[in-house]
């Protein structure tokens, strides 16, 4: 069974009808506002009821021996990709991922880039030295929809709560189900829910701090 040390752009096109700004605040900052505004009814109601979350996950999360960890990561022309797709072994308090100063990635594959890639992206993520932790509903995605693009200078931690979710990177696409973690480290992807119910998950987002 792997350890939680064992590891880790071609753009979408440009529309012609809407800017990249206007499609990644569709696609993430509505979904943000919808939370927001109530789209986890079940979870605002055990709040409100009982002051506490429900003691049961409102998606009905199986906890199986260990977790499934996928972590993403750039391949030698820049290409994001999956590094690692692992069950790791599970016990009282397991270790899914980490970094460190002097290896703000965690750690990954001989050949792979570890470089900061900036974003012309809308900022998503907090300031260095901070961290941001969400609440994301997605609605099914039409198909017509553009998908939003995009990366942040940051290692996010993505743990999905309920539905269908599926990871689009530059090389693959990866289905997601209840209680799969997703590791993104600073790499171009996109979001899409192609069932007819809400996807929901939480992520934190934690700025690279790269030492030199």
Same mark, same amino acid.
């Given at each position: 069974m792997p350890t939680s040390d064992d590891v880790c752009t071609?753009? *979408? +096109? =440009? @529309?012609?009808?809407l800017d990249r700004r206007t499609v990644i605040e569709r696609s993430l900052g509505l979904? &943000? #506002? %919808? @939370?927001? &505004? %109530? #789209? *986890?009814t079940e979870l605002a109601a055990a709040i409100r009821g009982t002051g506490q979350p429900s003691a049961t996950? +409102? *998606? %009905?999360i199986a906890l199986p021996q260990g977790m499934r960890r996928i972590v993403t990561g750039h391949d030698a022309e820049g290409k994001s990709y999956v590094v690692s797709d692992e069950r790791v072994a599970g016990g009282a308090f397991p270790n899914l991922f980490k970094t460190s100063g002097d290896a703000p990635f965690g750690r990954g594959p001989a050949g792979e880039l570890r470089e900061l890639r900036p =974003?012309? *992206? +809308?900022? &998503?993520?907090p300031e260095v030295g901070g961290a941001s932790f969400v609440f994301v509903t997605l609605p099914p995605t039409r198909p017509d929809a553009e998908l939003g693009w995009h990366r942040t200078e940051t290692v996010d931690i993505n743990v999905l709560l309920g539905g269908e979710l599926i990871l689009v990177l530059d090389k693959e696409e990866v289905t997601l189900h209840p209680g799969d973690a997703v590791i993104q480290r600073n790499t171009m992807h996109a979001w899409k829910n192609r069932t007819n119910a809400p996807v929901y998950w939480v992520a934190v987002l934690v700025p690279i701090r790269q030492r030199g």
């Open positions: 071609p753009q *979408s +096109p =440009t @529309s012609n009808r979904a &943000l #506002a %919808g @939370s927001v &505004l %109530g #789209a *986890s996950p +409102p *998606s %009905g =974003t012309d *992206s +809308p900022r &998503l993520e």
